[in-house]
Structure formats: C-alpha cells, structure tokens
C-alpha cells in the first residue's frame, strides 16, 4: 500500500523538479483572502494554466515556455500550493475555481483559456461552470467530470491521502520543491486539506453541457481509461455519429485527444500535450 501511495503521489505531482528556464514576470494577486501566486510568459491570447495536487508552475517544466510560444501563459500556484500560502478555509474546486476568475480580473484579462492538469483540472472546470463569462476556451488534462470515472485502485489510493504520509514523502522530490519555495511550509496539513478535498464524491455531468468549447486529453496509460475519457467526450457532443465526408452534418466544438504511450505521471511535460492544445486553441 505504501509503495502504491507512492506511486500515485509521483502520479498527482508529475515532475514537480523540472526546471523552466526563461525568467517570467511574476506577482501575487490579492483574491478572495489569498496572495495567488502567478507567472506569465509570453504575449497573445491568455492560457492559464493549472498544476496538480502537491505541485506547482514547477511541474509543467519546458511546456510553459512552449506553450508562450505563441500565446501569454499564466501559470498559478494554487491555494496551500507552491508559492502561495494557505489560509484558513478548506481546499474545494469551487473555491479555487473562484480564486482563478478573479485573478482573471485582476489582470484586466476579460475572458482567458483556462487549462488545468489532474487536481488543476477541476478548479478549471469549475472556473468554468461557475464563472462562464470568464473562460473562452477549456482544457481537461488527465482529468474528471465524476469522481467515479477514476479507475477504482486510484479512488483507493485518493482515500488513503493524509497528513499521515509526510514524513513518508520527506525524502521525495515533491517535498523537496515544496520546502523549497513555501512561504510558510505546512506539508502535513496540504495532505490533510487534499485528503479531505479528493475522498469527496462530486459529479457535474449536469454542468457539463453549459461548458465552453473544451478539450480533453488523457493519456492511454492515464488514471482515468479511454473508454471514460469517451464518455464525457460524448457529454459534450462528440462521437455521437459520423459528421459526414464533409462535415456538413456539423461537429461539436469540443474534442478528445487521447495520447499513445502516456501516463498519468509523465502528461505535464509531454510535448505532444503543447502540440494538441495549440491546435484546439487556434
């Protein structure tokens, strides 16, 4: 069990060590109670982007960069996360959810895309179910629309999160980045507030046909399968009937990308993640 708690943390947190090189712009933005901590590169359209549970801007590593490419990318660490310190009110989707659309107004932004990774999925969704007119453009990576559409070793491995796992985790990567760059370093209660956040059951499969053009991407070796990942393609619409040889029939605005030979942990730095949000961007 310990090893797989291992694992599946790894899995939540994907490669919170790797290194951005370019120096971005950086800044706090005073919301909701919260000093968020930010960092934008580039210049175009705004994409925020959304790290995993127990990560950071940190675990997209080079793919901010290339995604500044050709847009302006915000990368955010969440509340408890990284570089903005926790305050007295529990972790929930809809909470962080409302952090990022008033950091959307903070920034004057009007409307941005907003892209969230595994736990970062959520708060954008609910970024988008619950502030519509800040969110253009959505993308789901390796991420859920009901907490039962996870595979059942992984709900295990959520229920078993906790303070409990601290000193476990002290000699990982994670913890490392973490103490490193905290402002008031807590690692055993973030666990206890992400423990309580992920043992939740949550469905929002009602909400879904509210959403803006949105995007999902899994991996075929993801914590959540294919056939899933199909499912709530098909709540937005898509792979309900052939659109014709010339689409004339219509498709949705929403699309499925599942990439070969990934897993959870390794999606945030996949190049092919940058090529296949670009496309749906553009």
Not at 160 to 178: E, F, I, N, T
Not at 225 to 232: D, G
């Amino acid at each position: 069990m310990r090893l797989a708690l291992v694992a599946l943390l790894s899995a939540c947190s994907a490669a919170s060590s790797a290194k951005v090189t370019p120096m971005p712009t950086t800044g706090y933005a005073p919301v909701n109670g919260l000093q968020l901590y930010y960092e934008i590169r580039g210049t175009g359209e705004p994409l925020i982007v959304l790290h995993g549970a127990l990560g950071s801007v940190e675990m997209f590593g080079p793919n901010l960069d290339a995604l500044a490419t050709h847009r302006q990318v915000i990368a955010v660490d969440l509340q408890a996360h990284g570089r903005t310190a926790d305050i007295d009110r529990p972790l929930s989707f809809e909470a962080m959810g409302d952090d990022i659309a008033a950091l959307i107004d903070h920034l004057k932004l009007g409307k941005a895309d907003v892209m969230g990774y595994s736990l970062g999925s959520g708060v954008a969704l609910q970024t988008a179910i619950r502030h519509p007119d800040r969110v253009r453009r959505l993308v789901v990576v390796s991420g859920v629309f009901a907490r039962s559409a996870w595979f059942p070793e992984v709900r295990v491995g959520l229920d078993h999160l906790g303070p409990q796992l601290a000193d476990m985790m002290k000699p990982s990567p994670v913890y490392q980045l973490y103490a490193q760059v905290a402002p008031k370093p807590d690692f055993a209660g973030l666990l206890g507030k992400i423990g309580a956040l992920v043992g939740k059951d949550y469905d929002w499969t009602d909400k879904v046909k509210a959403l803006p053009p949105t995007l999902i991407v899994v991996g075929d070796a993801d914590g959540v399968s294919p056939a899933r990942a199909a499912e709530m393609f098909a709540q937005l619409g898509g792979g309900l009937r052939d659109p014709g040889w010339d689409n004339s029939v219509g498709r949705p605005a929403s699309q499925l990308a599942i990439l070969p030979g990934v897993d959870h942990m390794t999606m945030p730095t996949r190049p092919e993640l940058v090529a296949t949000v670009e496309r749906f961007l553009k």
